[in-house]
């Protein structure tokens, strides 16, 4: 299966160092070589690399591991293909505006048999079932809230009904924000850090390099990354519980229900 890296802050923070290890996944360490993706949210533009060339033999991914591109709002994604050929249009993650703003949403799992209607203004451009139940839950929210976007309070129970559909057909594990909130679902493997000072050095799984966060960081800095499995062997990272669907506003996780 695929794999998804996330990370939100409460100060824009490169993800140079999580990225390193990330991609090594995609095609060296593991075998994630079909494609891959990433979207930095600035201000109300998002900035997104894709290419269907593995991410540690992508010169794009060099670019972007080399680039402090500096975000509180990123979503990466690195795939193995079941559905849909390995193809630009099936790369992770996915973008289209909804609210006035730009939604991004990426996937790992298999979704077998789901074939919702096309019946709203969301249409898939590739053929994977994960850009078919991003365009799901597009059209919901869109159904739900037609003129502006509700509060996370008010858009959670919705997110929540409709996630729980889609999770019938199959593992559902994502990632989806618009740059103000960054909802995280686990339908099988998700888990996430939270650093905060006081900050600590930290040594990549995937890769020999440490960082030692504290000569980088202020004192009210916080970052959450969110990734498929942990990214460092020297950290305690937390396990998010399968059915769980979380918010995460400033680098905290939050829970609306």
């Known amino acids: 299966m695929c794999q998804l890296l996330g990370m939100n802050c409460n100060v824009p923070t490169d993800i140079c160092f999580s990225f390193e290890g990330f991609s090594a996944r995609g095609g060296r360490t593991d075998e994630h070589q079909d494609g891959w993706g990433i979207a930095f949210f600035e201000g109300a533009g998002v900035r997104s690399f894709i290419d269907i060339k593995p991410a540690i033999a992508s010169p794009v991914a060099e670019l972007v591991r080399k680039y402090p591109i500096h975000s509180t709002h990123v979503i990466a994604h690195i795939r193995k293909a079941t559905f849909g050929r390995v193809a630009l249009e099936n790369c992770h993650p996915f973008q289209r505006e909804l609210?006035?703003?730009?939604?991004?949403f990426a996937h790992n799992g298999d979704l077998?048999?789901?074939?919702p209607e096309a019946d709203g203004i969301y249409r898939p451009v590739g053929q994977t079932d994960s850009e078919r139940a991003f365009c799901l839950i597009l059209n919901t929210l869109r159904q739900t809230f037609p003129i502006e976007k509700p509060s996370s309070t008010e858009l959670y129970p919705v997110l929540r009904s409709v996630t729980d559909q889609i999770a019938k057909y199959g593992t559902f594990n994502y990632l989806f924000s618009d740059g103000e909130t960054f909802f995280v679902h686990c339908s099988t493997k998700l888990c996430y850090i939270v650093r905060q000072a006081p900050f600590a050095a930290a040594h990549l799984i995937d890769a020999d390099l440490t960082v030692d966060f504290q000569e980088l960081t202020n004192k009210s800095d916080r970052v959450a990354v969110i990734a498929t499995t942990p990214l460092t062997?020297?950290?305690?990272w937390t396990t998010i519980e399968p059915g769980e669907l979380l918010a995460f506003q400033d680098g905290l996780p939050v829970r609306f229900a």
């Open 99 to 104: 609210w006035g703003r730009y939604w991004v």
């Open 112 to 115: 077998p048999n789901f074939e």
């Open 233 to 236: 062997d020297n950290e305690v």
